[in-house]
């Protein structure tokens, strides 16, 4: 049996548009797209700030689309070189904060903070405590979540975005993802939603009502690894890379 774990996820909110509006203060507020100058045909938004996505903007969106739905945005190149080193000081602050760290992008990062709790006064204030953090050390805001394991924990970051913080407990686990649509769970995405939907299976508790057999039957691996995502299991650890 896998001990129980306390690992966070953490989730820069918007982070290059929010760096963009850090460093320009005359930008806050506004809606802010990051992927290239105004009127560059063939670029795509890399990503856009919250005042933004209220247009219906979203990164991917081919640059051109993005103008049609928000003309009056601030459009900025890329200034990778500048995120990277943002990046790089929040990464620093949370090496120093957890025993175990996996960077899985730019700025997205799980911690294993187990054998951790005592130092704080509850597994919500370790959430507290990472957002200061990053707050004080970069000037930007996160969302954490927290969980037993790196899949709860990354559900619960998506879910109390932007700049929030969302704890769910093992015992929890169950009722916190049974409603949610199949969509959410790793490796579905549009096309398994669609596929799962022939059976009449549109959320999370609807998907725990198939035997394991029927799910490998049907869908193979992929099905095997359904069954356990739909009861909150994985044992994936957090890997230094």
Known sequence: MIPVRTIAHVDMDCFFAAVEARDHPEYRGLPIIVGGPKGASRSVVSTCSYEARRYGVHSAMPLATAERLCPDAVFLCVDMRRYVEVSELIMGVLGRLAPVIQ?????????????????YTSVRDIGHAIRRAIRESAGLAASVGIGPNKYIAKLASSGCKPDGLLVIGEAEVQAFID???VSKLWGVGERGSQE??????GTVAELKTWPQKWMIDKFGKWGALLYRLA??????PVTPD
Do not use: F
């Open 231 to 236: 009861r909150g299991i994985d044992d994936e």
């Open 103 to 119: 960077q899985v992008s730019i700025d997205e990062a799980y911690l294993d903070m187990t054998g951790c709790e005592h130092l």
């Open 179 to 181: 409603p949610l649509p």
């Open 196 to 201: 799962l939907a022939r059976y009449g299976i």
